[in-house]
């Protein structure tokens, strides 16, 4: 039923292109966006850490010495997000910044189902969430994009509880720093599918407040279904950049 559902959703988009689709950023500004920064109050885009430049969201580094453990986080706050089919592409560049961590090398995210930023710890490293985690390939090795990693959250794959933090896809390594085309499909709590250069690479169900990281002030909510949210982008370590950021409600 999952494999029939994808296939139509596929189907549908294919026939309706340009039907529906929303511009989440206008290539210019950061109008409707905002950020978070770890230790920063919401709001405080700490040593311009996130651009606008020629048609892209840019995570530069380029007014930092070290990284210092500032995790960030770009919101679309104009709105939260319930059902929906989200489109972008990205693209590493530069060189992993000095201080961060080992296993932050060209590897960013897409925070899908956040909690509001207003309310995320001023230690806090990621929102709660499930990020369609954005890697790059080093070279030699499988690395495959579009995995799904789990800050403050479960989710359920083949209807197993799923009992790692992060999950690889199925798809192929992009060793060279190209734009690489991620897509991901939400239905509410109930089922997700991520999709890299047009195929369908990981599904999991059962999105849910719960497993590591999650915050004090969300105690509370473990088991509760993640129902809806709002849409960010990481900034972890490793220049990256974003555009044709684009949503279809569904």
């Not at 380029?62 to 939260?80: N, V």
């Not at 709660?128 to 090795?141: D, I, K, N």
């Not at 999650?214 to 909510?221: A, G, I, L, Y």
């Amino acid at each position: 039923m999952k494999k029939l559902i994808f296939l139509l959703v596929v189907v549908f988009s294919s026939c309706n292109q340009n039907d529906g689709w929303q511009n989440l950023f206008d290539g210019e500004s950061l109008d409707g966006w905002d950020m978070k920064i770890r230790y920063h109050d919401f709001g405080d885009n700490y040593n311009n850490t996130f651009k606008a430049k020629d048609g892209e969201i840019v995570v530069s580094y380029e007014e930092y010495d070290e990284f210092e453990e500032k995790f960030g986080h770009i919101f679309y706050m104009k709105e939260k997000f319930v059902n929906y089919h989200l489109s972008l592409e990205y693209k590493f560049s530069g060189q992993h910044l000095k201080g961060a961590p080992d296993w932050s090398l060209k590897n960013s995210g897409i925070m899908l189902h956040c909690q509001n930023p207003k309310t995320m710890l001023i230690d806090q490293e990621f929102p709660v969430s499930a990020e369609t985690q954005l890697l790059g390939g080093l070279g030699e090795g499988s690395r495959p994009t579009a995995n799904i990693c789990t800050p403050g959250t479960d989710v359920d794959i083949d209807n197993s509880l799923v009992k790692k933090h992060c999950i690889n896809s199925t798809s192929k390594t992009y060793n060279n720093d190209d734009w690489v085309n991620v897509e991901v499909i939400v239905y509410s709590d109930s089922l997700i599918h991520h999709i890299v250069e047009g195929e369908k690479v990981l599904t999991y169900t059962n999105l849910k407040v719960g497993g590591n990281k999650v915050p004090e002030n969300f105690m509370e909510k473990i088991g509760m279904p993640l129902k809806d949210g709002y849409i960010s982008l990481q900034s972890e370590g490793h220049p990256v950049s974003f555009r044709n950021i684009k949503i279809k409600k569904l």
